[in-house]
Structures are given as C-alpha cells and as structure tokens.
C-alpha cells in the first residue's frame, strides 16, 4: 500500500473511532474501500454565519481536512476553501442547481428568510441559492446550531427573520433527508461520523425529532457530567473557580443534549464544563439566551426546577 494512503487511513481511523462509527465501519473495510472512486459530491454553502464551524473543522486534528475532501468526498464548493469566486462560483451553483442530483447539501448560518438581501452570493439571495440546491441534493446537512436550531441569527430582536435549514424546507415544501449537527461551533468528527455513514450505508444515521443523530444528541450532558454526584449530594459551586456542580451559576447541562462529557472539543483537548464553566447550551434550541449568565432571576428558576 502506498505509505501515505496508509498514514491517512490510519488518522482517519483515529477520526472514526472518535466519533464513535467504529460499530458500522470496521478498519478492515475501511483498508478495502475504494476511497478514491465514486466519492459524493459535497457543496458547502454559508448562510448568516461566523464561519467557525468551518473553522472547527477546517481544524480538525486527526487527519488532514485536504484529504477527506478530496479521498472520501468530492468537495465541489466551500467559500473558504475553493479557489473559484464571482463568475466561476456562481456557475458551480448553477451547474448543481440544474445539472446534478443526489449531491450531498452542507449549509452553514441560519436562512434570513425575513430579509434576503442581507445575505448575497452572485447577486442572488441565499434563500435561492438553497432553495434551489436543496432540490436538487440527495441529503441536507445543517452544520452547527446556527443552521440546524437558529443560534445567534436567530436571537430574540434580530430582523433577518432567520430559519433553520429543516424549517426552510418545510416552508418550500422540500421534502429531503436532513441531518442536524448544533454546536457552536460544530464538531468536526460529528460531521465526519454523517459523511461517513451516509458513504457506507447509503442513509444518515438514526436521527432524533430534531434531525439530530441520536449517537450524539442522546443525552443531555447533565446525565454524563462528572459533577452529576455533586449535583445529587447539591453541593454547588458558589462562583467559577470553585469544586462541585456549576447548576447555581447557570448551567444549561440539565436541557441540552449533546455528547461533550463523552467527547470534547480540539480532539477531545477539553469541553466547557470540564475546564470549569457552566455549559451555555450552545447545541440546544434555547442558544443563545438572551440573558446567558449570571441573571439571578433565570438561577432561581433553575434552582426552583431542580430543588422541589
Ligand atoms: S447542572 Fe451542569 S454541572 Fe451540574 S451536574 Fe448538571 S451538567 Fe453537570
Ligand atoms: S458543554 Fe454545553 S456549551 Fe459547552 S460545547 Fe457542550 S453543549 Fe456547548
């Protein structure tokens, strides 16, 4: 074999067992797949976005991002990373918005139906733009809370009217398998672990009401928590810096599903609640608050919920 396709596989093993698809993707199949052939075309599109999950996976540290996108998938178009731009994007968009089918559909930020032109690519609306593609797409993925559950577009006062990328379908009667990854931003294996299971099996994985794989939207992160025994016993960290459970300074852990307390950020490095801070909820439909910490009348409703 030739030894940097055997490194690659070996890190993108690494990435495999990280987000936990080792159960349907075993590392002999994944030594005969024929990576290099018949590899989906992806298109990733921005919405109103930071760009930080493209960031987040853009830094992915297993296994080099160049070869995921062009072994195991075949990235027809990124804002950040391809090289076409004006003219030469926007005839990739409308060449997949007219020629092609069954292309995976990745949109990050939120949809500002309520006002389009705050959100332009090719003097079109990005509303078009997904509108059409999602037609078009074989599955839609929503990258990070943003696309898949409104995130900071969507905050209480804002005017773009912003949607989720399931919402928007529903409102153009677009009918397509979705996948929803919230996190802000969002992790990268999460998205590998969907790419991977879609190339394998044909399908996305099982999915919750939300759109969200169950493997990692199971259980809220106050079920896993490592303080859950302080939690039970109530002692309670009085202020950032101090042992015990952080529900006195906020923390959403309790209505947020998500997979941080199995596996972390920056390749597992850390995730918030063990580095000592509440969890802000930012994977779940309540992100963001409009009063995030540190407002004693939202505290005493939470400590209400959980003391009676
Ligand atoms: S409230 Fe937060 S810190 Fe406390 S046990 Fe639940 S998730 Fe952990
Ligand atoms: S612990 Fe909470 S705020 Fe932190 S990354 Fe996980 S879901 Fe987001």
Redesign the pocket.
Known sequence: MNPSRRVFLQRLWQVIVAAGASSFFSFEELLAAPIATNRPKVLWLHGTSCSGCSTSFLDIEQVSVVEILTQIVDLVFHPDVSLATGEQAAQILDHMATEEDGFILVLEGGIPVGMPHACMMAECPMTDWVERLARRAGVLVAAGTCAALGGIPRMNGTLTGSMTLLEFIHHKGIAKPLVALP??PMKPEHLVYTLLHQIKLGRPPELDALGRPVRFFGHT?HERCIYYADFQERRYAERIGDEGCLLKLGC??PV?R?D??RF??NNNTN???RAG????????ER?PRQIMLHSYGDRRSIMREFES
């Open positions: 996190n802000c992160i959403q852990g947020t998500n941080c307390m972390g950020h995730t918030c609640i801070h509440p969890c802000v909820g930012c994977a779940g992100f």
